[in-house]
Structure formats: C-alpha cells, structure tokens
C-alpha cells in the first residue's frame, strides 16, 4: 500500500488534540515547536491534527510547517460531520478551513471523522466520499481514510462500501480490546481483512492508562518500576499486526521524551509482557470508573453547558481517594456552567460520545455529587 512503512519509519505518531496550554488557555506554541523538533529529531514524522480540535491546526503551522521543509513530515487532519454542520457547503468548508489554517499546501492524509452510526449517514448526505475523492485527483490529498467510532458491522459495511480507503483510524487500548462498545480487537481484525493498515487513537484511552488504577500499577510495577504506565499501553497497541502509526496525545515535553524513549527504537511486547497486559484488563475489569477520555465531543452541543467530562472526573477521583475534597472539586468544575442535576436528557451528548457512554444514567449517579 504505498510507501507508508517509507514515510512513517517511526510507529510514534503526535497526536494534536492536547497541546500545551498557557496560563490564559491558549496553545503553548514555543513548547509545541520545541515538542515537533524533538519528535523529527528522533525519526518521527506523522502528525495529526483536526478542523475541531480549537487552535491546533494554527499552532502546528506555527510550530512546524513554517519552520521545517514540507517534505519532512507527514501531516494529517479531518473533517468532521458534527451535530452544528446542517449543510453540505459548510461541511465542505470545513476542508478549505483546514488549508487556510496549515497553509500546508496538501494534506498527506486526511480523514471523514468520527464515523459513527449516529452520524455515518451524513457524510453520504453531503457527498463529502466523492468530495474528498475530488481532492485527492487534484492532488490535495495524498491518502484519505476515515476515524471509526461504530461496530463491526457499520465497519464492515463502509470498507465493502469504498473499498478504495487508503486507512482506517480506530480506537485501539487494552482497555478496550475485548470491550463491546468500542470492540477494538474485533475492528482491527475487520481492517486486516480489507487490507487496510490503521492509525490508532487513544492508546492510553485520554490518559487514563497514563494514571491507572493502583491495582494496575502494581501490576506493572512488579515488572518495571523503570517504565511509564503509558508504554506499556503504547507497546501493546505497536505490537499490533497492521498498525501503521500510534498516535499520542502528547501535552508537554516531558511526554514526548518519555514517548520516544521506548518508541524510537521500538521492542514489542514479549509473551510474559502480554501476560501482564491481560492482568491489567483483569483488574480494569473489575474496576467501576466511569470510562471517560475527556474528549469534549459530548459537551460541545450541550444545551445546558455541562462540563460533562470534569463532572466524571470528580466522581472518579471520589471513588478512587477517600481523601478527595469531593464537593470543593465539584463546585470548582460547574461554576459557571451547568450541574449534573441540570440535565434535560436530549440525548444530543450520548450521540457525539465516542465511547458510547449512557451519559444520561451517570450524571443521574453523578448528582449525589451536589449533596
């Protein structure tokens, strides 16, 4: 397929969605830059980004499409069919947007994002398959996939539907590798059989395998006190068959060195290696954290101003540290915003989850929170 292998000789990829912030919640760009030097110096080249993502499509421009030559890096970005997007020109829009903001001059890869069942019928809609199919015959774009949120069968149905894909973005964690809701294993299989390499997001599932459990840290502990909890999920997703990158969702410098510490001259997993992993499952299993990765897709149409993904993260730490100023934490997240007790239950959230999270039922469970 290509020359992929040849372009991204590093399975490392620098996920844009969660770039340093400075103290007035704008993109720390010296550090970004200082990331994306890091990164290129150690052989990585693939960097992802999204129309949605706020600033990042400016940032990475700022960081690194100005600074280094455009052959030596691989850029990817996406258009989305969001619940706000009610027409196929702004939809449409959203990839010139994209153009304007980089000033990348072409896209090495991009993609229909967040295909799901509750949105996959938009993009047929909008014709945006043949759009972006325009786009790569003019030379725009170089590869065109699309990021996947759905189950087996939608996958199945969309790569039997355009079997010219070039790859396939999945949700990919030892968390969720035998999960129902995000079926991992199961849709990586269904790519392989479409010979279709794949991209991974959230391999530390939003940060939660970057901080685990205690339970899961002993586990890992017990091997390598050495090595960061996020390798271990970082590793399991490269040691994958068919995985073309990994991305990381790096926020500071010191992820990214700690990243291509074990990435750049990257070892898979051996099989006592994966014997720990399926522990780690075994113990997340019986854990009863509400799985959130703080993605904010779900707070973006919310009616009521939710901070829905804060809100989760109070009632985890709650459950995780019977030290936890539970109701000063709380207080802090909603001020200003919406409570879990404001909810209306439109449901718009539970549509946009990626996770599929029932959103509704858990801030119902997350109201005892305000007592």
């Not at 991992?184 to 279709?196: F, P, T």
């Not at 997703?237 to 990243?259: C, H, R, W």
């Not at 750049?264 to 499952?281: R, W």
């Amino acid at each position: 397929m290509d020359n992929y292998s040849d372009k991204n000789k590093m399975k490392l990829g620098f996920g844009l969605m969660r770039l340093p912030k400075l103290e007035d919640g704008s993109i720390d760009v010296a550090q970004t830059a200082e990331m994306a030097d890091l990164f290129l110096e150690a052989g990585g080249t693939y960097f992802d980004t999204a129309f949605m993502y706020p600033g990042s499509e400016e940032a990475i421009r700022d960081a690194l499409i100005k600074r280094h030559p455009r052959d030596s890096f691989t850029l990817a970005t996406k258009l989305m069919c969001s619940n706000d997007v009610k027409d196929e020109e702004t939809a449409k829009q959203e990839f010139y947007t994209s153009l304007e903001r980089t000033q990348a001059g072409y896209f090495d890869y991009y993609l229909l994002h967040a295909l799901q069942r509750s949105n996959y019928q938009k993009y047929d809609e909008y014709h945006i398959w043949d759009f972006v199919k325009e786009q790569k015959e003019k030379g725009l774009i170089r590869h065109y996939g699309f990021s996947f949120h759905g189950d087996p069968e939608l996958l199945e149905e969309l790569l039997s539907k355009h079997p010219d894909v070039d790859f396939v973005q999945l949700q990919i964690n030892y968390a969720d590798w035998e999960n129902p809701g995000v079926n991992s294993k199961k849709n990586l299989e269904i790519c392989r059989s479409h010979g279709k390499l794949v991209t991974v997001m959230e391999p530390v599932k939003g940060g939660i395998l970057a901080d685990p459990i205690d339970s899961v840290k002993a586990i890992f502990d017990s091997e390598n006190k050495d090595a960061s909890y996020a390798s271990w999920g970082i590793r399991f997703v490269a040691s994958q068959e068919g995985i073309l990158i990994v991305l990381s969702g790096m926020s500071n410098l010191d992820q990214m060195k700690d990243n291509l510490s074990f990435m750049k001259d990257f070892v898979p997993l051996n099989e006592h290696e994966q014997e720990l992993i399926m522990k780690a499952q075994e113990a997340l299993n019986a854990d009863q954290m509400i799985p959130c990765t703080g993605c904010r897709y779900c707070t973006k149409g919310c009616p009521m101003s939710i901070p829905i993904p804060d809100i989760f993260t109070v009632e985890n730490r709650k459950k995780g540290s019977p030290e936890f100023r539970t109701k000063r934490e709380y207080t802090i997240v909603t001020q200003g915003k919406g409570k879990a007790s404001d909810c209306l239950e439109c449901g718009q959230c539970e549509g946009a989850c990626p996770q599929h999270l029932p959103i509704i039922d858990l801030l119902k469970q997350c109201r005892a929170l305000e007592d």
